[in-house]
């Protein structure tokens, strides 16, 4: 990716109709530009503006049938960018997650049945029914 491309779609996020616009298109997948404008007060061309930004950023993709343009969200360039800042801090805390679940499963192996009957047994013998607690 670009820093250029990136410009255009940082420029094209900025701006909260364009974002509503994505999120119309990515509930109503092919709808056209009529559709969209219904959901605003401004005019059709005004519409036309956002959507040709979104498009220059390659965040909607119109595609023609007949008269009608369909619009479509791509969510591609958002993918990229997500990945630029997060890949390095995913795999740090993945890898600690796996870690954590080896550790936990290796301590639970250790706790066989038998080991926590004979503990209770000896914490029962000595006065302690739970660890730290002694009885009265």
Not at 46 to 65: D, G, N, T
Request: aromatic share 6%; net charge positive.
């Amino acid at each position: 990716m670009t820093p250029e491309s990136m410009d255009l779609i940082f420029a094209a996020l900025a701006h909260a109709t364009r974002r509503r616009i994505m999120d119309l298109v990515k509930e109503m997948p092919g709808c056209s530009v009529a559709d969209v404008c219904k959901y605003f007060d401004t005019s059709r061309i005004a519409v036309m503006k956002h959507l040709r930004v979104l498009e220059e950023a390659q965040l909607i993709v119109p595609r023609k049938r007949g008269r009608v343009r369909e619009l479509y969200l791509n969510v591609v360039p958002l993918q990229l960018i997500h990945d630029r800042w997060t890949t390095e801090y995913s795999t740090f805390w993945a890898t600690q997650a796996t870690d954590l679940k080896f550790r936990l499963e290796s301590l639970g192996q250790d706790d066989s049945p038998t080991t926590d009957a004979a503990t209770a047994q000896r914490r029962s013998a000595s006065g302690n029914d739970r660890p730290g607690r002694k009885r009265p």
